[in-house]
């Protein structure tokens, strides 16, 4: 069973710049949200997908953004980077059933975001 | 809005040490409660998932106690080795979809 994959595993971009971070989550997982994790802090949570729709976002502004494939595979998105949107990004998976949801979630490995 | 507090912030304990990390949350409406370790630079691996109809988990050295009223659990270790070292994080989830994290305690095992 292959886990939470995460990629690229670094990055280092430029102030104003665009960035997009991709992951695939675990086998048989339906859903998968977004954290960001500024440097000793604990994560946050950015917005969550299930079924290719948004179906919950914390306190982040519009430019960030996401995608979820059929597959269950997600993209976050986000343009015009600032320097405080360095960062680790975590990408988390668990199966959703249509009711009742108290699934245990699952992280991948994180890509760490620098914006110079 | 769900605050979550871990105290201590940093733990130093010699090999063998049995150990307690603390985790506090404001709001006591959680799904359950989630205990990860981190190691430095890297993601979090999911040690124990208490539902909150649950007052404990076990696995292996690892207990996770929940008490919903008062708004605490614990993390117990027992028998502490230097590879223990990490941070340690809980989160709470209320709700169909995030978590709410902590920020830490980061633990270092003295051999």
């Known amino acids: 069973e292959t886990g939470v994959t995460q990629s690229p595993t670094h990055l280092i971009k430029t102030r104003g710049q665009q960035v997009t971070l991709r992951c695939s989550s675990q086998?048989?997982?339906?859903?998968v949200s977004w954290y960001q994790q500024a440097l000793g802090q604990g994560p946050q949570f950015i917005f969550q997908?299930?079924?290719?729709?948004?179906?919950g976002r914390g306190n982040f502004p519009p430019r960030f953004s996401g995608l979820q494939f059929p597959n269950y595979s997600s993209e976050l998105n986000v343009n015009a980077l600032e320097l405080d949107d360095s960062a680790l990004y975590l990408c988390?998976?668990?199966?959703?059933?249509?009711?009742?949801?108290?699934?245990?979630?699952?992280f991948g490995p994180g890509t760490r975001l620098t914006v110079l | 809005k769900q605050e979550v507090t871990q105290i201590p912030a940093a733990l130093s304990v010699p090999e063998g040490e049995n150990l307690v990390l603390n985790c506090s949350f404001t709001?006591?409406?959680?799904?359950?409660l989630q205990w990860f370790r981190q190691d430095p630079g890297k993601g979090l691996t999911s040690l124990l998932l208490i539902q909150s109809s649950q007052r404990e988990q076990t696995s292996g050295r690892l207990n996770a106690s929940l008490d919903k009223s008062s708004g605490r659990s614990t993390l117990y270790i027992a028998a502490s080795q230097p590879g223990d070292s990490a941070t340690y994080l809980c989160?709470?989830?209320?709700?169909?979809?995030?978590?709410?994290f902590g920020t830490g305690t980061r633990l270092t095992v003295i051999p």
């Open positions: 086998s048989g997982h339906n859903t």
């Open positions: 988390a998976s668990r199966f959703s059933p249509l009711a009742g949801d108290h699934n245990e979630q699952f």
């Open positions: 709001d006591s409406a959680i799904y359950n």
């Open positions: 997908y299930y079924r290719e729709e948004e179906n």
């Open positions: 989160a709470v989830r209320r709700g169909a979809n995030n978590l709410f």
